[in-house]
């Protein structure tokens, strides 16, 4: 990325413009045991290169994970797959890496979530398992700590995120989330309204912030 760029970073701080250009999807490896979790993971992704913004994605290549860039390819939209090189033969096939935009392979699984994480304006956290979890978990953790004002969306597809819903709704009534204010997801049941429901909430920040700075801090 260079300063042209309507992205740019400076030292630990990482600015973007007041127009939205990514989304970052986290959901599971494998396809989960209803259908609609893998046609939705296809839904968001044309939904996302149809609204013209890229994915930022693991980079595997089968489960949602598959659907989801499978949808934004079929979109002829771009697709960036982040993935450390010791999952590439478990989450993808070399064949299918070859058909992203942009593949970037990283040494280790925190080089891959904090490339995802700066590489990306908004998240959205389909149906997954326990490393689906651990991403988002990691992304209202900085949002709580004052790093990032990004969009968050749990895509609550045939009520999936029910229980996690219910667990942060439990730990806020018992005094545990504090800065609560800054953990906000959005939960939306309707995949086709993930994407303009992130797209009001940035230009909302967008707009509280005075004009043109989202601001993330790692
Ligand atoms: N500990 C982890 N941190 C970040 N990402 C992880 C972790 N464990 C697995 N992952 C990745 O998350 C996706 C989805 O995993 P599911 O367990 O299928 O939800 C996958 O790319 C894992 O490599």
Same mark, same amino acid.
């Given at each position: ?63 949602? %994970? ?8 079929? @979109? *002829?939209?771009?697709? =960036? !797959?982040?993935?450390?090189?010791? +999952? #590439? ?74 229980? %996690? ?8 009534? @018992? *005094?545990?989330?504090? =800065? !609560?204010?800054?953990?906000?997801? +959005? #939960? ?31």
């Amino acid at each position: 990325m260079t300063l042209d760029e309507p992205g740019w970073h400076c030292g630990a701080m990482t600015i973007h413009n007041s127009s939205i250009r990514s989304i970052c999807v986290y959901c599971g490896s494998r396809p989960g045991r209803d259908p609609a979790y893998i046609a939705a993971g296809r839904a968001l992704g044309r939904a996302i290169a149809a609204n013209g913004l890229r994915l930022v994605y693991g980079g595997g290549t089968k489960g949602i %994970m598959g659907a989801v860039a499978a949808g934004v390819l079929a @979109e *002829g939209g771009h697709v =960036t !797959g982040i993935i450390p090189e010791f +999952l #590439v033969d478990m989450e993808a096939t070399r064949h299918s890496l070859g058909q992203l935009n942009e593949l970037i392979v990283t040494a280790d699984m925190h080089e891959r979530k904090h490339k995802m994480f700066e590489r990306a304006d908004a998240f959205v956290t389909l149906p997954g398992g326990i490393g689906t979890l651990e991403e988002i978990v990691e992304i209202m953790t900085w949002a709580q700590l004052g790093r990032h004002e990004k969009p968050m969306v749990f895509a609550n597809v045939c009520g999936f995120w029910k229980p %996690m819903l219910d667990l942060i709704t439990h730990m806020r009534e @018992e *005094g545990f989330v504090h =800065t !609560g204010h800054k953990v906000q997801p +959005l #939960v939306i049941d309707d995949i086709e309204a993930v994407v303009p429901a992130i797209m009001d909430r940035w230009n909302e920040l967008g707009w509280l912030k005075g004009d043109e700075e989202v601001i993330a801090r790692l």
